[in-house]
């Protein structure tokens, strides 16, 4: 197939279907506006753990969660939840935004907008991680 | 030895069946409501990462193409390109693409550039083809050495690989229940795949198959689809980002860092470049047979829960 259609193509097919599923409503961020929910997306990544106490936060696509094994956060990914812990992050606020710098190539940052008790919360974590 | 062969790129010519096919998946969730999920940036990463594996293959190509005709100069035999020579080649090759994937879930070498395949938390067209941009330096090439050296030339082996990669395309998907029960005994489909993308424990390093499930139940690893229990998408640890620049790279990255941890000895170095992904020098992580010990011991209530995580 000649370069120039190939490109045409891809360039087109993309971002036809980014414009179809976005009119269609498929781009939203999955929310946790109940405990219950960011309990379940903890524990699809650390099933391991014992979950002592979930802190939904102003920020709806995020919450703070209290393990046995660790405290961290789970966020929305799209969709779907991802969760970190917090040993070893790095955090620095930026006017109502908390930045999270997790070792991790994979998940590295993450910005979350958090009231003062919220953030005070989640650096708290921060200072006790291991 | 011939060298005049040529077969056309099957892959290239299939992307507008891709785009058409995916077009109609989304279209019948949207219209129906059932048969898989789409999220725009998961879809647009997966695209982007079929895309830059077609661009790294028109880059990099030259280098396995290069290494098949050097063997192609050196062996003495030729089977021609007759009709059974390219199904034959095409059965072999399905076996040697068997045995590469199970590889790549096994070497971490190989892992890291096979694991973005995986790392979208959705199942649909969108997801096969996120592949990878790094398969050239896992070296994996050397697996097709073999068919080459019996005889199959190399252009032939490059298309019934693409034809390979075609056939996966449409298993990707959830629109599609189960095939009828002779399909399903002898060929991978949707069901057998789905149990693939699945980071449940049960369903973790299974069903390895292209085209033919049976290499699957011939070699151990065949797992069916259990309708009690869904498969949940994505890697044990979720990617955070759909920046495909790091999708493509995040386990070479951490790979590098392990490699050059102070302190370590040269096998613990090896292992973290060859053992299986999730060995770790000192037990912090979890390989997939401890993941699936672990979830076997909670399930039986058989309580052995690690001691708190350490720092990274």
């Not at chain 1, 903890?42 to 046995?68: I, N, Q």
């Not at chain 2, 409501?33 to 079929?50: F, K």
């Not at chain 2, 979208?120 to 896992?138: E, V």
């Amino acid at each position: 197939m000649p370069l120039e259609i190939l490109i045409a193509l891809v360039v087109g097919g993309i971002a036809g279907i980014a414009a179809l599923t976005h009119v269609a409503g498929l781009s939203r961020r999955r929310t946790f506006d109940a405990a219950d929910k960011a309990r379940t997306g903890w524990l699809r990544e650390f099933p391991d753990d014992r979950v002592t106490s979930v802190t939904l936060l102003s920020d709806p696509h995020a919450a703070l969660v209290e393990a046995d094994l660790g405290a961290g956060l789970v966020w929305a990914m799209g969709a779907d939840t991802v969760a970190r812990r917090l040993a070893g992050a790095r955090a620095a606020r930026r006017g109502d935004r908390l930045i999270l710098r997790f070792p991790d190539w994979g998940a590295p940052r993450l910005a979350l907008r958090v009231t003062e008790a919220e953030a005070h919360a989640i650096l708290s974590h921060l200072k006790e991680a291991p | 030895m011939s060298a005049t062969v040529s077969f056309p790129d099957v892959v290239q010519w299939a992307v507008p069946l891709f785009i058409a096919a995916i077009l109609a998946e989304l279209v019948w969730i949207l219209w129906s409501g059932r048969g898989g999920r789409y999220e725009t940036r998961d879809a647009v990463t997966s695209l982007i990462m079929g895309a830059g594996n077609v661009a790294s293959g028109i880059l990099l190509g030259f280098i396995a193409w290069g290494f098949f005709m050097a063997l192609w100069a050196v062996t003495p035999l030729d089977l021609g390109t007759s009709w059974w020579v390219i199904l034959l080649c095409f059965v072999l090759d399905d076996l040697r693409y068997y045995w590469v994937h199970r590889f790549g879930h096994r070497i971490r070498w190989v892992w890291a550039s096979h694991v973005n395949h995986h790392s979208s938390q959705h199942y649909n067209l969108t997801t096969a083809l996120r592949q990878t941009w790094t398969g050239t330096f896992t070296f994996m090439m050397v697996v097709r050495a073999p068919l080459i050296l019996m005889g199959f030339h190399p252009a032939m082996v490059l298309f019934v690989g693409g034809l390979n990669l075609i056939y996966q395309f449409w298993i990707h998907t959830e629109a599609i229940g189960r095939m009828p029960r002779l399909f399903e005994a002898v060929m991978n489909t949707p069901s057998h795949h789905r149990v693939h993308h699945g980071r449940n424990a049960r369903y973790l390093d299974a069903n390895y198959a292209g085209v033919f499930i049976v290499w699957d139940k011939l070699f151990g690893t065949f797992v069916p689809e259990d309708d009690a229990e869904k498969p949940d998408y994505g890697l044990v640890q979720n990617l955070g980002t759909f920046n495909p620049i790091r999708v493509a790279f995040h386990e070479w990255v951490a790979l590098f860092r392990d490699l050059l941890r102070p302190g370590l000895t040269l096998r613990q170095r090896l292992m973290y470049a060859l053992g299986p992904p999730g060995w770790s020098h000192d037990g912090s992580r979890l390989t997939s047979a401890e993941i699936k010990r672990r979830a076997l011991a909670r399930e039986t209530g058989a309580g052995n829960r690690p001691a708190r995580m350490p720092a990274e």
